[in-house]
Antibody
Framework: EVQLVASGGDLVQPGRSLRLSCTGS????????LSWFRQAPGKGPEWLGF??????????EYAAPVEGRFTFSRDDSKSIAYLQMNSLKTEDTAVYYC??????????????????WGEGTTVTVSS | IQLTQSPSSLSASVGDRVSFTCRAS??????VAWYQQKPGKAPKLLIY???TLHDEVPSRFSGSGMGTDFTLTISSLQPEDFATYYC?????????FGGGTKVEIK
């Protein structure tokens, strides 16, 4: 069974750091790009960015609210991706999800859609 | 790119045909996905390319649209379909979602 599981969520104080993990199973982890999303209570999902597969240079892109504070990385030998979160703010409180990104050719363009979402992990930033 | 979903909620009965819409603030071709989310669970992909059903998604779900206006239809609502549905645009970063449509039992 194809599966992703996010872990590492915790209660942290503003300004502190936290690292989340995303562990994959049931597929060849290194072949896929991965995205991160979060969802604050009562809100829709919010895109945080992605890390592409090694084939594509492990390229990363970040959403504006987290650029410079969050860093994506991956260790394909362990089938794990990481989200390093620094300088955390109260507004970072959310459930965090990782996704498997499937490359798709449509309408003359290649794009990615998120075909597998992992179980989320909860991050609470509060003093 | 902003996505506006309507209605924000609807009440329906098992067996009903329901449709809800997603409007984009600019043209996004057919680069739209639809997700179903139940409380405490991760979103689940239903449709991509605006109308392509993802693996093992029941055929009572269908999507349509191109450009700025998109529709998700459930032809015969089942008990397990009561959930919140989100559209997502995959046309350009930052990827964005609509505000969701919550389908409740009448």
């Amino acid at each position: 069974e194809v599966q992703l599981v996010a872990s590492g969520g915790d209660l942290v104080q503003p300004g502190r750091s936290l690292r989340l993990s995303c562990t994959g199973s049931g597929f060849f982890f290194g072949d896929f790009g991965l995205s991160w999303f979060r969802q604050a209570p009562g809100k829709g999902p919010e895109w945080l960015g992605f890390i592409r597969a090694k084939t594509y240079g492990e390229t990363t892109e970040y959403a504006a609210p987290v650029e410079g504070r969050f860093t994506f990385s991956r260790d394909d030998s362990k089938s794990i991706a990481y989200l390093q979160m620094n300088s955390l703010k109260t507004e970072d409180t959310a459930v965090y999800y990782c996704t498997r990104d499937r490359q798709h050719h449509f309408g003359g363009l290649y794009y990615y859609y998120m075909d597998v979402w992992g179980e989320g992990t909860t991050v609470t930033v509060s003093s | 790119i902003q996505l506006t979903q309507s209605p924000s909620s609807l009440s329906a009965s098992v067996g009903d045909r329901v449709s809800f819409t997603c409007r984009a603030s600019q043209g996004i071709s057919s680069y739209v996905a639809w997700y179903q989310q139940k409380p405490g669970k991760a979103p689940k992909l239903l449709i991509y390319d605006a109308s392509t059903l993802h693996d093992e998604v029941p055929s009572r779900f269908s999507g349509s649209g191109m450009g700025t206006d998109f529709t998700l239809t459930i032809s015969s609502l089942q008990p397990e379909d009561f959930a919140t549905y989100y559209c997502q645009q995959l046309y350009a970063n930052p990827l964005t979602f609509g505000g969701g449509t919550k389908v409740e039992i009448k």
